[in-house]
Nanobody
């Protein structure tokens, strides 16, 4: 298991940008597939993006790729989610997840390790 901690959420106005961080506490992410999900109250957990930490391959649904970008930093052992042109419907708890599978996955049930989430609230 890896221990993941998300940060960077907050309250912003519509149209603003945020960069979320997912840091591994004392574990290397080499060989892991990393992903971001979000969950609004009363709704299903929604896939945003995934990245292979070693090879930098990425996977996004088309709707997410329009405004969100996933990236990583080897030296900081951290995964990021850049979010631009935020909208009220983006309000949710954002989660980082990790697995050691062979391919990038979009199903939350396939991920093994999760952070506790960071709240993003976008006002009109």
């Amino acid at each position: 298991q890896v221990q993941l901690v998300e940060s960077g959420g907050g309250l912003v106005q519509a149209g603003a940008s945020l960069r979320l961080s997912c840091a591994s506490s004392g574990y290397s992410l080499q060989g892991y597939n990393m992903a971001w999900f979000r969950q609004a109250p009363g709704k299903e957990r929604e896939f945003i993006a995934a990245i292979g930490f070693s090879d930098s391959s990425t996977y996004y649904p088309y709707s997410m790729a329009e405004r969100f970008t996933i990236s990583k930093d080897w030296l900081k052992n951290t995964v990021y989610l850049q979010m631009d042109n935020l909208k009220p419907e983006d309000t949710a708890v954002y989660y980082c997840a990790a697995d050691r599978g062979e391919i990038l996955r979009s199903s939350a049930s396939e991920y093994e390790d999760w952070g506790q989430g960071t709240q993003v609230t976008v006002s009109s």
